[in-house]
Nanobody, 118 residues
Framework: QVQLVESGGGLVQPGGSLRLSCEAS????????MSWYRQAPGKERELVAT????????NYADSVKGRFTISRDIVTKTIYLQMNSLKSEDTAVYSC???????????WGQGTQVTVSS
């Protein structure tokens, strides 16, 4: 059974930092592209960052470039999203996604709330 479990969300002041984690089980981690998405109230879900199966290539939404960093730990099957210089517009539910490099196999976590507010 595949599971993706996010953690690390919470309330932070503007300009602050948070690190989100997503621990995967039931998959061969190195065969999956891993991504973070977010969805704010009343808005469509947005792709935030991806780390590809090779682990060598990452991609970011323009809105987070230079502030967010995605990384992974193959041993613990965990991906991270380090979020710095947070803004109120970063407030959203953040979810991780595992997509098999063949396209067969697409899994989502339950999400973790991030609120940026003074």
């Amino acid at each position: 059974q595949v599971q993706l479990v996010e953690s690390g969300g919470g309330l932070v002041q503007p300009g602050g930092s948070l690190r989100l984690s997503c621990e995967a089980s039931g998959i061969i981690f190195s065969n999956y592209h891993m991504s973070w998405y977010r969805q704010a109230p009343g808005k469509e879900r947005e792709l935030v960052a991806t780390i590809y199966a090779t682990g060598q290539i990452t991609n970011y939404a323009d809105s987070v470039k230079g502030r967010f960093t995605i990384s992974r730990d193959i041993v613990t099957k965990t991906i991270y999203l380090q979020m710095n210089s947070l803004k109120s517009e970063d407030t959203a539910v953040y979810s991780c996604r595992a997509l098999h490099l063949t396209g067969r196999g697409d899994y989502w976590g339950q999400g973790t709330q991030v609120t940026v507010s003074s």
